[in-house]
């Protein structure tokens, strides 16, 4: 709560208005209906969807895989699931100056790379028998979701007028947020009906990163509403 206070406070005052713009020609309406049914909106939710799906089931269950599995202590176990925040940080600030300086009509292979680093490095925790490596692949992992998570939300930027644009994001962002209350739950249940075994939960996310991998290999910016 406390930190959620400062960072309100730094915002308000390092977040400025924008500049006035020259008015832009006048757009119709278009409702979030409208946008699901542009394929570009649609895959791309969905992208993020099973983006989220595996990257918020994993984080929740992780804390609990550590402990039960590796037999590290609740608070060790919180501070060491937290090394792959750090590295998702750094990662992010980079991706965003990746996506600025090349990204133009090249989403399709950030979101793909992604993707597919994302469901490379959940097998790679699978086959893990180290701790430490079971670390370093989880922080790629999270690494890797910047890079989707970046190109999704600079999609409705660079690609739809900015009418449309706080609309088209959070089409966006409910995929996200569906994935994040469904994913947590059906690894609880797999992990409660395998006896306690968090193989079949981690299987569940290495199909979600597979399922995000082939919808980006299919992403294309056609069937976009001019700017």
Known sequence: GAVGIV?????WFVIKE???RAPSPKQPRISVK?????????????????????YIGLTSWMPSYLVQTKGIQLVKAGLVASIPFAGAFLC????????????????????????FAMMLSMVAMLL???????MLFYTLLSMSYTFVYATVFAIPLKHLPDSMIGTASGVVNFGGQLAAAISPTAMGFLIGSYG???LPAFLFLVA???????????WTD???VAR
């Open 222 to 224: 056609r069937g976009t």
């Open 34 to 54: 409208q946008l699901f049914h542009t394929p570009v909106m649609r895959r791309t939710s969905l992208i993020f969807f099973f983006a989220n799906m595996l």
């Open 196 to 198: 306690g075994s968090y």
């Open 18 to 20: 924008s500049p006035a």
């Open 92 to 115: 992010l600030n980079f991706v965003g100056w990746l996506l600025d300086r090349y990204g133009r009509k090249r989403e399709r292979a950030f979101l793909a790379g992604g993707s």
């Open 128 to 134: 893990s028998t180290q701790t430490w490596t079971l």
């Open 208 to 218: 979600a990163g597979c399922a995000c991998f082939l919808v980006s290999i299919t």
């Open 7 to 11: 960072m309100a406070i730094i915002l």
